[in-house]
C-alpha cells in the first residue's frame, strides 16, 4: 500500500488537527474489522470499485463516490477490485471551533453530530453537489502538495466550504435551530482540557483533573466536551492512548507490552489490549508482528 500525506499539525503535543493522505492498496478481499477512529473523515474515491462496511450498512464504491464518517464510527473497506486510488481528510473537531469566534464555529460539524434519519455515508451519486464537495476535495489537495502563500488557511476554507455544502444541499441534517449546539463561550475551556490531555498521555488522568483545567464542574464538561468533540473525554483520552501506542509500534521501538502500555497511560496490560483492538481491530502484537492482508491492510482504512 501507497501512502502520500500531507499535515496541519496541532500546535500542543497531539500529531495532527488535519490530514490529508492518499491510499492506493492492492486488490483484494479481507475480513471486515471494527476499524475506527477519532478524527473526522471524508473520503474521496478517485478510481477502483469494492466494498465500504460499517456496522450496519455495505455500500458500493466506484470513482466519484465521497463518503463521510464521524468519531468513532466503525467502517471498512472488505473488497478492492481494480485500480483502486482514494484521498482521505481526517480533522479533529477542534480544528473546525478552536479559534473561538463566529466564523469558525462547531455548528459547521452538525452534518457529524445531527444526522437526520435520511443520512448516508455515502454521499448521494444523483446529488450534483457531490461533484461540488468532489473538486473542493480534489483543490484542497492542490494547495497541500503545491504549498502556495497562506496554504493552511485556504484548506480551512475549503474544508469550511465543504461543510456548509454538506448541511445546506443534503437532506442529512436535522432541522433543529433552537438547540444552542456551539456552547462558545467554552471554546478555549475546552482546548485547555484537549491540550492537558495530550501533553500528559503517559500520566494518570481523572475527568475531576481535566474539568479543573477547563475551570467547570465535571458534570457540565463531560457535557460540553462532548458536544464539541462527538465522543466523552473519556473515549477520546483512550483513543489518544492508542494512537500513540500505534505509532510506537510502527516506529519498532523496542519495549515490553508492560512498558509500552505504561508509557501510553494504561495501568495494565488487560486494559491495553482490550483498547486498543476496540480501536484499531488488532491486537497489539499484531501491529507490531507485521501481521497484515496481501492487499495492504493498515492503520489508514
Known amino acids: 500500500m501507497e501512502v502520500q500525506e500531507a499535515l496541519i499539525p496541532s500546535s500542543g503535543k497531539g500529531p495532527f488537527l488535519l490530514k490529508l493522505f492518499n491510499v492506493h492498496p492492492s486488490p483484494g478481499s479481507r475480513p471486515f474489522r471494527m476499524h475506527k477512529h477519532l478524527p473526522f473523515e471524508i473520503v474521496l474515491f478517485?478510481?477502483?470499485?469494492?466494498?465500504?462496511r460499517t456496522?450496519?450498512?455495505?455500500?458500493?464504491?466506484?470513482?466519484?463516490?465521497?463518503?463521510?464518517?464521524?468519531?468513532?464510527?466503525?467502517?471498512?473497506?472488505?473488497?478492492?477490485?481494480g485500480d483502486m486510488s482514494l484521498m482521505n481528510i481526517h480533522f479533529e473537531p477542534?480544528?473546525?471551533?478552536?479559534?473561538?469566534?463566529?466564523?469558525?464555529?462547531?455548528?459547521?460539524?452538525?452534518?457529524?453530530?445531527?444526522?437526520?434519519k435520511n443520512f448516508e455515508n455515502r454521499l448521494d451519486r444523483d446529488n450534483p453537489h457531490t461533484r461540488v464537495v468532489g473538486k473542493l476535495l480534489e483543490d484542497m489537495e492542490v494547495e497541500f502538495?503545491?504549498?502556495?502563500?497562506?496554504?493552511?488557511?485556504?484548506?480551512?476554507v475549503q474544508l469550511l466550504t465543504i461543510l456548509v455544502h454538506l448541511i445546506r444541499h443534503f437532506d442529512y441534517v436535522k432541522d433543529d435551530e433552537t438547540e444552542d449546539f456551539g456552547y462558545k463561550n467554552n471554546f478555549a475551556a475546552v482546548e485547555k482540557a484537549i491540550d492537558m490531555i495530550?501533553?500528559?498521555?503517559?500520566?494518570?488522568?481523572t475527568l475531576q483533573d481535566l474539568a479543573q483545567a477547563a475551570n467547570m464542574s465535571k458534570t457540565y464538561f463531560c457535557a460540553v466536551f462532548k458536544k464539541l468533540n462527538g465522543v466523552t473525554a473519556w473515549e477520546y483520552m483512550t483513543a489518544k492512548r492508542v494512537e500513540k501506542a500505534v505509532e510506537w509500534l510502527r516506529k519498532g521501538e523496542e519495549c515490553t507490552m508492560l512498558e509500552l502500555a505504561a508509557e501510553c497511560g494504561f495501568n495494565n496490560t488487560a486494559n491495553f489490549n482490550r483498547a486498543f483492538k476496540l480501536h484499531t481491530g488488532k491486537t497489539p502484537s499484531e501491529v507490531r508482528q507485521g501481521r497484515f492482508s496481501a492487499m495492504g491492510d493498515s492503520y489508514y482504512d
Open 198 to 205: 495530550d501533553r500528559h498521555l503517559s500520566e494518570p488522568i
Open 94 to 116: 477542534r480544528f473546525i471551533w478552536s479559534n473561538g469566534n463566529d466564523l469558525f464555529d462547531a455548528n459547521y460539524l452538525k452534518i457529524f453530530f445531527q444526522r437526520s
Open 55 to 81: 456496522l450496519d450498512k455495505e455500500y458500493d464504491i466506484r470513482s466519484g463516490d465521497v463518503f463521510l464518517f464521524s468519531s468513532n464510527e466503525v467502517h471498512c473497506i472488505t473488497d478492492i477490485r
Open 46 to 52: 478517485k478510481s477502483g470499485q469494492g466494498i465500504y
Open 145 to 156: 502538495f503545491h504549498k502556495p502563500a497562506e496554504h493552511r488557511l485556504m484548506v480551512k
